[in-house]
């Protein structure tokens, strides 16, 4: 079983920055694929990005190509989310999950976190 608590989220202007972080309990943390997720208000959460257990594959929704990126680090049991070049239309509940299977789709992630909030002002 994996637990996972995000932070990093607030307030942020238009064109800025901010990482995210997802912290991990559990031994198994570097087998699972990580993904992150985003949810509006009144929408569907929606992916944003994916890392692979072995760091060979990421993947990003088109929407954040070229401004997120994702990485993770094993040894400290975490994943990040670099987000640059901020828009308004990313503001969302930001959720990290993980997953056994390389996937794209939330069904498919077994375990949440509570999600961080990230509002762009325009």
């Known amino acids: 079983q994996v637990q996972l608590v995000e932070s990093g989220g607030g307030l942020v202007q238009s064109g800025g920055s901010l990482r995210l972080s997802c912290a991990a309990s559990?031994?198994?943390?570097?087998?699972?694929?990580m993904g992150w997720f985003r949810q509006a208000p009144g929408k569907e959460r929606e992916f944003v990005a994916a890392?692979?257990?072995?760091?060979?594959?990421?993947h990003y929704s088109d929407s954040v190509k070229g401004r997120f990126t994702i990485s993770r680090d094993n040894a400290k049991n975490t994943v990040y989310l670099q987000m640059n070049s901020l828009k308004p239309e990313d503001t969302a509940v930001y959720y990290c999950?993980?997953?056994?299977?390389?996937?794209?789709?939330?069904?498919?992630?077994?375990?949440w976190g509570q999600g961080t909030q990230v509002t762009v002002s325009s």
């Open positions: 890392i692979s257990w072995s760091f060979s594959n990421t």
């Open positions: 999950a993980a997953g056994s299977r390389w996937s794209f789709r939330p069904h498919e992630y077994a375990y």
């Open positions: 559990g031994r198994t943390f570097s087998s699972y694929h």
